[in-house]
Each structure stands twice: as structure tokens, then as C-alpha cells.
């Protein structure tokens, strides 16, 4: 999965990408402007769109627009400036191919009976295609394709009377991923999936209670991290304090371990851990597992920067920046025409000639998604002067798509579910490769190994291990993010 968070739009992306981030802070006055700065440091979780909305005593004011945070939020624009109000949500997103419409831009919001609601959604609903098509039936008009409006329709013509109960009278309807934030006039609430699937931490500013998918959205402002949010728990804020509630029936936690791999920042601490620290030690196992007659480590960066710093520690040998990244690819980048693609890969990534030339490399990267960037790269070291160059890559063989709030290939186009390691490495072109064992990602994360039976987190797109019901499958093939309308066509 070359490069951190890449752009979907870029020809040589071949990455799994994280849907979305949310934030949320009750009862401070620089609600809006503190949530634009926690949206920027989630960033990394979707680049596509990012939307606040606020309320300030008397109204809801949403802005939710397409665009990196700084380009919808910044000073060029006057959209935070209409922010005002003491509580706030905010969500950057990463949509899928056809899924980038504005109407899906979240928060999503709706007028209920009982007042307004905005819903902010990390992750994917298993079940939505089958709740929108029952909902459909019933004469629900949805106005996006986003499955955070199944939970919204399904808030609405709940039965119960509280916001709170129908919220969790929603929640006990969907299957699936969700870490979510939802604000009305005089709550804030958070809830994540009885698995716990994707992150959500509790955090404090100037007394002000604070949800965000991860700590480095508190750091940014300030704020200090209270608590991860617990997997099945719903937390309501209001201006009488913070209720806990586990309303739902308690299932096995599957956090999802790609989160340590690559979709967080590594100054978040998930779960207890730091991901920078789990990233090296998956590089120290990894060097233990997989050695290679070399002169230097170099990792593709910057994703896999930590682990090659981990590979060089417990190898002995010297790490070295052999490839250096432009930060400032973006979207308009103009497009290479045929003749001249097979730079594209230099955009973003170059030689560094002087520290490659006739050495025997090994190089470090976090994942090998469709093959076609990994490929790219090697190449382009051997072409610099490398004398080898020994393909290490920090996450097991990923053979299985994932279906809960991370946009991926299907599970055909991943490499590793076509071919076994050698035909890859061929495919590749490396002198040697080698991923690290499923039992070394686990003691990496301070587990003995996998426990087969009751594996500690989800792994699905390594062992096909899918921990939630997977509702919505069309034509043997499970749809990874689902195509809502397509359905209800
Ligand atoms: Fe994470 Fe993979 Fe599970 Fe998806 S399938 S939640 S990416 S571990």
C-alpha cells in the first residue's frame, strides 16, 4: 500500500483507503473552529469531503462540502465563519468510485419530530442494502446513497419517544461497522459497534466533552484524551454530565488490526497502544522472520517508514532514506499521457540514486494491495543502481476485501488472492519477498499469536475471518461498499 493516504484520483494508487473520521465537542464557544482543526488532523482517514455542523441555541448550521478540510475550511473560505455555536460534529470522508456526490457529504442531518439530528458515520452497514430496500418498500425517500441515511430514516420512524432509545432502536436494526457521532440541541452522543470494529475516543477541553476516531485529533487542540469509547457502548453528553449505556448484546471484540498497519496516524494511541511503537515492533518481527543477506533498510514512505525503522533495529544493518516522496501531489496534477506513464510512479516517489547504487536493499512497505505500485517500485530502485532488492512488507498476504468502512479492490484483484508468494514476487520482480507471518502481526501487537478460535481482532482481509454477518451479497460475490441505489432502482 505505497504511500500514506493516497489520493484515489492518482494513477498509481493501489491502496485500501479509510472512509471516514468523525469529531465531536459539546459546550465549548469555539465549538466550530476546534472541530475544523480536529477534522485536519483526521485528514489521513479521507480526503474527498469534509462537513460540520453546529448548533447554536435556536438552529442547526451545517456546512458540508467536497475537498480537503483546509480547501472547504480554510481562509480562503468563508464556510467556518458561519459555525457559531457551542457544540458541533464534524466528518471528513473517503467515498467510493460513484459515491462522491455532495448529498452524501456528512454530517448527514435530518428535522425529526422530536428536533434536529446530525449523524457523523465511520464504517460500513452490512445490512443497508436490505434495510433501504424494506424502507423503500414502506416509502422512504432517501436523498443520497450514503448508508448513515439508513440510520437516519430508521431514527425517524422509530417508536419510542427519546432521541437516545431511538437511536439505539436504530442501531439494534444494522449489521455491520460504525463508530459514530450524533448531536441535537442538547446531546451529544457517540456510540461504537458491539464488535468495535473502527476506533472512537472520549476526550476533555476546558470541561468540554470531545469524541473523535483518534487521539491525534485531541492533541492538535489541546484537549486531553479521556478514554476509548467502549465496543457496544453508546456515551450521551449533555450539560449535566456524560451517561454510559450497553444497549446492545455483547458480541467478541474484533477491532480491526489494518488500523496499527496503515489507516492511523502513528501518533494515535488505539486501544492502549501507540501505533508508531506497534509499527516498529511489526518491522522488528518481521526482520526476525524474514532476514535478507543486505547492506541497507529503506522503507517506501512514509507508510512504511516505521517498520523499516523496527526491520533495520533488530537486523543490525543501516536504515536509509533510498526513496524520497513529494509531499505536494494533489489532484491537479496534470495526468501523464500513455507515452510517458510509466513515470507517473516518480510523481510521488524518486530515487535517491547515491544511497542505492550497487547496494542490496531491502525494502520495506506495509501491504501489497493490486501488485501494480509494489511493482512500480521495485523497478524504479533497481533501476537507480540497486544491486538486490529484497521485498519485506509489513502485513500478511492480503487476500480478502474488506466490508467494514474500508474502500478496497475486489477480493479478484488483490494480488495475493491470485497468486501464492513466489508467483508474486515474480510478478513484482524483487529478489526475494516476504510478508510477515499472521503469528508475527499478533506478537507484534503483544499477543503469543493468533488464536484461531477467538482471534483478538478482525484480521478478515488476511484470513478471510469475517467476524460480522455479512448480509448483503450480491451474485456470489460480497459487495464491498454497497451501491445503495443501484438496489433500489
Ligand atoms: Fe480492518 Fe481488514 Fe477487518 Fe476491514 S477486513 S475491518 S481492513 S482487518
Redesign the pocket.
Known amino acids: 500500500m505505497t504511500g500514506l493516504h493516497d489520493r484515489k484520483d492518482l494513477p498509481f494508487d493501489d491502496a ?1 483507503h479509510e472512509e471516514c473520521g468523525v469529531f465531536g465537542i459539546f459546550g465549548h464557544p469555539d465549538a466550530g473552529a476546534l472541530t475544523v482543526l480536529g477534522l485536519h488532523a483526521l485528514q489521513h482517514r479521507g480526503q474527498e469531503a469534509a462537513g460540520i455542523v453546529t448548533y447554536d441555541g435556536t438552529q442547526f448550521i451545517a456546512e458540508r462540502h467536497p475537498g480537503l478540510v483546509g480547501d472547504v475550511f480554510g481562509k480562503n473560505s468563508d464556510h467556518a465563519q458561519k459555525l457559531k455555536g457551542s457544540y458541533a460534529v464534524g466528518h471528513v470522508r473517503y467515498s467510493t468510485a460513484g459515491g462522491s456526490a455532495v448529498r452524501n457529504v456528512q454530517p448527514m442531518f435530518a428535522d425529526l419530530a422530536g428536533g434536529g439530528i446530525a449523524i457523523a458515520h465511520n464504517g460500513n452497514l452490512t445490512n443497508a442494502r436490505t434495510l433501504r430496500a424494506d424502507l423503500v418498500r414502506e416509502g422512504a425517500i432517501f436523498q443520497s446513497t450514503s448508508d448513515t441515511e439508513t440510520i437516519i430514516h430508521l431514527v425517524a420512524r422509530s417508536n419510542y419517544g427519546p432521541v437516545v432509545d431511538r437511536l439505539i432502536d436504530a442501531l439494534k436494526q444494522v449489521e455491520g ?1 460504525y463508530s459514530l457521532v450524533a448531536l441535537t440541541s442538547k446531546k451529544l452522543i457517540g456510540v461504537r459497534d458491539p464488535f468495535g ?2 476506533p472512537l475516543v472520549l476526550g476533555e477541553l476546558d470541561g468540554a466533552p470531545i469524541l473523535a476516531s483518534e487521539t491525534c485529533a485531541l492533541d492538535i487542540i489541546g484537549a486531553h484524551f479521556v478514554r476509548d469509547v467502549e465496543p457496544g457502548e453508546m456515551v450521551v453528553i449533555t450539560r449535566e454530565g456524560i451517561q454510559s449505556y450497553r444497549p446492545f448484546a455483547p458480541q467478541p471484540e ?1 477491532f ?4 496499527y498497519i496503515y ?1 492511523s496516524r502513528p501518533d494515535s494511541n488505539v486501544e492502549g497502544r501507540n501505533v508508531y511503537d506497534v509499527r516498529k515492533r511489526i518491522g522488528e518481527e518481521l526482520a526476525r522472520e524474514a532476514p535478507a543477506d543486505a547492506h541497507i533498510v529503506i522503507p517506501v514512505p512514509d507508510s512504511g517508514v516505521p517498520a523499516a525503522l523496527g526491520y533495520a533495529s533488530a537486523s543490525g544493518l543501516p536504515f536509509e532514506l533510498g526513496i524520497i516522496r513529494n509531499h505536494y501531489v494533489g489532484r491537479t496534477f496534470i495526468e501523464p499521457t500513455d507515452g510517458i506513464r510509466h513515470f507517473s510512479v516518480r510523481k510521488k516517489h524518486n530515487p535517491n540514486r547515491a544511497t542505492l547504487t550497487g547496494k542490496r536493499v531491502i525494502l520495506i512497505d506495509d501491504s501489497i494491495v493490486r501488485g501494480t505500485t509494489s511493482r512500480r517500485i521495485v523497478e524504479m530502485v533497481r533501476d537507480a543502481g540497486a544491486a538486490e532488492v529484497h521485498f519485506r512488507i509489513a502485513s500478511p498476504p492480503t487476500t ?7 474502500d ?1 479492490p475486489t477480493t479478484e484483484e488483490l494480488l495475493a488472492h491470485r497468486m501464492d508468494v513466489e508467483e508474486m514476487r515474480r510478478y513484482i520482480k524483487a529478489d526475494s519477498l516476504a510478508f510477515i507471518s499472521i503469528d508475527g502481526l499478533y506478537r507484534a501487537m503483544g499477543e503469543k499469536g493468533r488464536d484461531a478460535k477467538a482471534p483478538r ?6 484470513s478471510g475471518a ?2 460480522i454477518e455479512l448480509t448483503d451479497v450480491t451474485g456470489g460475490r460480497k459487495d464491498g461498499q454497497l451501491s445503495l441505489l443501484a438496489e433500489v432502482a
Do not use: K, M, W
Open positions: 485500501f461497522a470494529v473502527r474484533r480491526c488490526i489494518f488500523e489507516f480478502h476485501s474488506c466490508f467494514y468502512g474500508v478496497t481482532y478482525c484480521d478478515a482481509c488476511f469475517y467476524p
